[in-house]
T-cell receptor, first 114, second 116 residues
Framework: DSGVTQTPKHLITATGQRVTLRCSPRSGDLSVYWYQQSLDQGLQFLIQYYNGEERAKGNILERFSAQQFPDLHSELNLSSLELGDSALYFC?????????????FGPGTRLTVL | AQSVAQPEDQVNVAEGNPLTVKCTYSVSGNPYLFWYVQYPNRGLQFLLKYITGDNLVKGSYGFEAEFNKSQTSFHLKKPSALVSDSALYFCAVRAHYGGATNKLIFGTGTLLAVQP
């Protein structure tokens, strides 16, 4: 157990809908990262937050957004969902935002869009 | 651009035999290298990382990895494989410098199958 928690574990929804994925980082970690894992794209970095501020963006679609709250938990919002958004979404956390920091991953949320 | 290659989709090894999972990288400057393992329906678990110093890095569950700068490789090894080591292994790299992001760039993963 990495100490990173994600809810829900599974999410099944329809095209065009909006969902929210939640992540709680390890105690004391200030950085939160979101990744998408799919069969065709592999593991792709989406976005990073550090202590409430957006730190870096990856291949995140405009339909997706995220935020990190004062208690450091983070939410990833996915809207106007398409079939291709079906994937495993991981949250990871690290102590700070240094390049040497280890990122610890949560168990993931499996999103299925029908 | 930064990239990681895991040339083998699958590695098969008999229990008790040594195992190697290969990884090569491309990055500007000095790399920071990581290995993660993913069991079915689970998240990624951190195994080990190379930051600087000794080229041989020891990690969790008896795994180790050797950093080779001239060959731009960071192969994962274990002297004696266990059936319970069967899982999907990911190599990842992060550049030492270059922009604000410290995202991880992952390889495509190698499925390790250990036969009893």
């Amino acid at each position: 157990d990495s100490g990173v928690t994600q809810t829900p574990k599974h999410l099944i929804t329809a095209t065009g809908q909006r969902v929210t994925l939640r992540c709680s980082p390890r105690s004391g970690d200030l950085s939160v990262y979101w990744y998408q894992q799919s069969l065709d794209q592999g593991l792709q970095f989406l976005i990073q937050y550090y202590n409430g501020e957006e730190r870096a963006k990856g291949n995140i679609l405009e339909r997706f957004s995220a935020q990190q709250f004062p208690d450091l938990h983070s939410e990833l919002n996915l809207s106007s969902l398409e079939l291709g958004d079906s994937a495993l979404y991981f949250c990871a956390s690290s102590v700070a935002a240094e390049r040497t920091d280890t990122q610890y991953f949560g168990p993931g949320t499996r999103l299925t869009v029908l | 651009a930064q990239s990681v290659a895991q040339p083998e989709d699958q590695v098969n090894v008999a229990e008790g035999n040594p195992l190697t999972v290969k990884c090569t990288y491309s990055v500007s400057g000095n790399p920071y290298l990581f290995w993660y393992v993913q069991y079915p329906n689970r998240g990624l678990q951190f195994l080990l990382k190379y930051i600087t110093g000794d080229n041989l890095v020891k990690g969790s569950y008896g795994f180790e990895a050797e950093f080779n700068k001239s060959q731009t490789s960071f192969h994962l090894k274990k002297p004696s494989a266990l059936v319970s080591d069967s899982a999907l292994y990911f190599c990842a790299v992060r550049a030492h410098y270059g922009g604000a992001t410290n995202k991880l760039i992952f390889g495509t993963g190698t499925l390790l199958a250990v036969q009893p």
